[in-house]
Nanobody, 122 residues
Framework: QVQVVESGGGLVQAGGSLRLSCAAS????????MAWYRQAPGKQRELVAS???????NYVESVKGRFTISRDNAKNTVYLQMNSLKPEETAVYYCNVHAKSSDRDRYYYGYWGQGTQVTVSS
């Protein structure tokens, strides 16, 4: 099994910054892409940013130029640096890791963390 744990959320004023971390652990054979999602109250979960095993990144249009996703493959960890935060970005931020537990796995499976709360005050 693969465990995914996020950290780094908290309360920040509008315009401030936070850095989220997400560490995958347990039975890991390999990790493909890693991503951050967020879900605000009453809204659907949305993809914020993703990063491939080769380092290719993608961002939702609203965070381009302000958020940066990165990963440390040696630590099975993905980060999300968030700058110039806005109140409307208050949400629970979730990490999703596509991993194989063994070389016998045919497909990568998406594992979710429990989420970390980010609150941006105006």
């Amino acid at each position: 099994q693969v465990q995914v744990v996020e950290s780094g959320g908290g309360l920040v004023q509008a315009g401030g910054s936070l850095r989220l971390s997400c560490a995958a652990s347990g039975s890991i054979f390999s990790i493909n892409h890693m991503a951050w999602y967020r879900q605000a109250p009453g809204k659907q979960r949305e993809l914020v940013a993703s990063i491939s095993s080769g380092g290719d990144t993608n961002y939702v249009e609203s965070v381009k130029g302000r958020f940066t996703i990165s990963r440390d493959n040696a630590k099975n960890t993905v980060y999300l640096q968030m700058n110039s935060l806005k109140p409307e970005e208050t949400a629970v931020y979730y990490c999703n890791v596509h991993a194989k537990s063994s070389d016998r796995d045919r497909y990568y499976y998406g594992y979710w963390g429990q989420g970390t709360q980010v609150t941006v005050s105006s």
